[in-house]
């Protein structure tokens, strides 16, 4: 009989901390320089004010963070981060079961900012669909020359436009898509040869803000830089 009462003991207290969990949200982001909003800054200190006290976390070395388990309503959210302005993100708004997503970009004008979120630019982080291709994946791909080819045959929400060389994402019209170099707007990346392709990053829905307004998608490629080549260069020769 003691031995039923403490295993129905052990079940309740499971099934209570099972119910403890559901309805708790997340908030999660990446933090960038203001003045190029290209480049992430690492290991940045971040902490949100709760009810019962400060929840902290840092950044780590690609500049993302991510703080679970919050009841929901509306924070104020903390970045500081060495060498920049501590900032203050006010009205984070955390849903029940959801990822609340929220970028933050620091500046170093020795003031503390204030900022406030426009719920309309918040997403949902399993809205954003995102398709990365990393360098070992472009040196090996058959279509190294050709970054949209390579794209297009990673995914099948993106498609080449025979003749033209355009990209279709998703159904959208030709040339609706946006084109970004090294963080630079740019109107096509067909100029740019394949060994000389560090990234390759594609948005095919839940745009981030920074990338602008557009229906047609967003890809978003990064070049080697000179060490790099030079060292792709030995090792082939």
């Known amino acids: ?57 840092k950044a780590d070395l690609d500049g993302s963070w991510r703080i679970d388990a919050l009841k929901p309503g509306i924070y104020n959210l903390y970045a500081a981060a060495t060498g920049f302005d501590s900032t203050l993100v006010g009205g984070v708004e955390i849903t029940s079961d959801g990822i609340t997503t929220v970028d933050i970009y620091c500046s170093n004008d020795n003031l503390m900012k204030v900022v406030y979120v ?30 949209k080819a390579l794209l297009a045959g990673m995914s099948s929400d993106i498609q080449q436009q025979e003749g033209s060389g355009g990209v279709i994402i998703r159904g959208s019209r030709p040339g609706d898509a946006i084109y970004y170099i090294d963080g630079v707007k740019a109107n096509d990346i067909g100029s740019i040869p394949g060994v000389a392709v560090q990234g390759l990053e594609a948005y095919t829905g839940g745009i981030p803000a920074k990338y602008g307004d557009t229906t047609g998608g967003v890809i978003v490629l990064e070049t080697k830089g000179y060490f790099d080549l030079y060292y792709a260069w030995k090792a082939r020769n």
Request: no cysteine; aromatic share 6%.
């Open 1 to 57: 009989m003691k031995i039923k009462t403490t295993l129905l003991i052990a079940i309740l207290a499971f099934v209570n901390g099972l119910n403890a969990q559901v309805g708790l949200g997340t908030v999660s982001g990446y933090v960038f320089k203001k003045e190029d909003s290209t480049k992430v800054i690492p290991l940045t200190k971040m902490w949100i004010e709760t009810e019962s006290g400060n929840r902290f976390t």
């Open 118 to 147: 426009d719920f309309n630019r918040v997403q949902i982080e399993k809205d954003i669909i995102r398709i990365k291709v990393l360098t070992e994946d472009i040196e090996h791909s058959l279509n190294i020359r050709d970054p």
